[in-house]
């Protein structure tokens, strides 16, 4: 499946837009690094507020994208989510679920593989951001508010397992 | 002919982006993400405004941190990349400072500011200016351009410190003016640390 994407430069403020949001290049060592940092301040909670962060944008700009492609159900939301996600340079997966929850096979990863091309591997999951990530696919594909998806790792590329697996389950 | 910035954006601007077959976007001897700008500052805007006193420094500071290596490394990228040679060089006729402007007009392509130097004493110090830059929209009450201010570090690093990989952190760069602080643009003093 091959889906549109198109980015606009806008000449006047420089910047970047995909769908009315404003988008910006960053590279695996500034991933990396704000994976550490959040682990590292785990006393205020800073994974719960990578993975709200991510959540949130990645949520409104699904958003954007389905409204503006005419995309309505469920399936084809899931199945666009997961195309956004390599367009995107996070990586491949496989998704299934109901509005129940449902799974994540991670096949290739930037934020794991990044973390292990920077740090090596990890004794601990770090893939924060695609866990945002599918609880926004999730919520938004079933048209479900904010922390209707809770979502976390069983396996981790990071780890050196050969896929990650994400979880997914309504709250 | 000295580099001119708006010219290097238009060519370098990379408006075919996405993922290649297994979804990741290698280029600049990095992987490369394109993500909403929201992302990122909602997590250092969350991330400020939920540190209690005695962890504001530690949340600075590794903001700061990460933003300056992913300059350095990113930059050195940038700087050596064949993309970088063919548009960038046939401009430069002023050695590291060309070269520095050149990476600038990257980092505005990038979309992380549109900025340009204005003042440089060269392997001192350099004033650069941002009239658009995506941490503008941070809201924590004072100056939060984290990625503006280190990365003018590291590029300084990259021209005038020890050859990469040794020259990181030789220079560091201080928000003196901010957008999101109410000022008219933003502003950074690259000095020796």
């Known amino acids: 499946m091959s889906i549109p994407f198109e980015v606009k430069f806008d000449d006047t403020t420089f910047s970047q837009k995909a769908y009315g949001q404003d988008m910006v290049m960053h590279c695996h060592h500034y991933m990396s690094l704000v994976t550490a940092l959040s682990d590292q301040l785990e006393s205020i909670n800073a994974?719960?507020?990578?993975?709200?962060?991510?959540?949130?944008?990645?949520?409104?700009?699904?958003?954007?994208?389905?409204?503006?492609?005419?995309?309505?159900?469920?399936?084809?939301?899931?199945?666009?989510?997961?195309?956004?996600?390599?367009?995107?340079?996070?990586?491949?997966?496989?998704?299934?679920?109901?509005?129940?929850?449902?799974?994540?096979?991670?096949?290739?990863?930037?934020?794991?593989?990044?973390?292990?091309?920077?740090?090596?591997?990890?004794?601990?999951?770090?893939?924060?951001?695609?866990?945002?990530?599918?609880?926004?696919?999730?919520?938004?594909?079933?048209?479900?508010?904010?922390?209707?998806?809770?979502?976390?790792?069983?396996?981790?590329?990071?780890?050196?397992?050969?896929?990650?697996?994400?979880?997914?389950?309504?709250? | 002919m000295t580099v001119m910035r708006d010219k290097v954006v238009k060519a370098l601007v990379e408006l075919n982006i996405r993922g290649d077959e297994n979804g990741l976007m290698p280029g600049y001897n990095v992987l490369v993400n394109f993500l909403p700008t929201t992302f990122w500052n909602l997590f250092t805007e969350r991330l400020i405004n939920a540190a209690p006193a005695d962890k504001k420094e530690e949340v600075l500071t590794g903001l700061y941190k990460a933003a300056q290596e992913c300059g350095y490394h990113t930059g050195y990228g940038i700087i050596n990349s064949d993309e970088f040679k063919s548009v960038v060089m046939p401009m430069v006729t002023e050695g590291a400072k060309d070269v520095l402007r050149g990476a600038y007009a990257v980092f505005t392509a990038w979309g992380w500011a549109k900025s340009g130097i204005v003042q440089i004493k060269e392997g001192e110090r350099m004033v650069v200016r941002a009239t658009?830059?995506?941490?503008?929209?941070?809201?924590?009450?004072?100056?939060?351009?984290?990625?503006?201010?280190?990365?003018?570090?590291?590029?300084?690093?990259?021209?005038?410190?020890?050859?990469?990989?040794?020259?990181?952190?030789?220079?560091?760069?201080?928000?003196?003016?901010?957008?999101?602080?109410?000022?008219?643009?933003?502003?950074?003093?690259?000095?020796?640390?």
């Open chain 1, 47 to 171: 994974v719960k507020i990578l993975r709200e962060s991510a959540e949130d944008s990645i949520r409104t700009f699904l958003d954007a994208y389905f409204t503006q492609n005419n995309i309505n159900s469920s399936t084809e939301k899931l199945a666009t989510a997961k195309e956004l996600y390599s367009v995107l340079g996070l990586g491949k997966f496989e998704v299934s679920g109901n509005d129940a929850g449902g799974e994540i096979q991670m096949k290739r990863s930037h934020v794991d593989e990044g973390w292990v091309q920077k740090f090596g591997k990890s004794s601990k999951f770090i893939n924060h951001f695609s866990c945002g990530f599918a609880a926004a696919m999730f919520a938004a594909a079933f048209g479900k508010s904010a922390r209707s998806y809770n979502a976390f790792e069983t396996a981790s590329i990071a780890m050196g397992d050969s896929e990650g697996k994400i979880v997914v389950k309504a709250n």
């Open chain 2, 132 to 193: 658009d830059y995506y941490e503008q929209h941070i809201k924590t009450g004072g100056k939060s351009s984290f990625m503006f201010s280190a990365v003018s570090g590291a590029f300084f690093d990259l021209a005038y410190g020890p050859e990469y990989p040794n020259g990181l952190g030789t220079f560091i760069g201080d928000q003196t003016k901010g957008i999101e602080a109410g000022d008219e643009f933003g502003e950074v003093l690259v000095r020796k640390k």
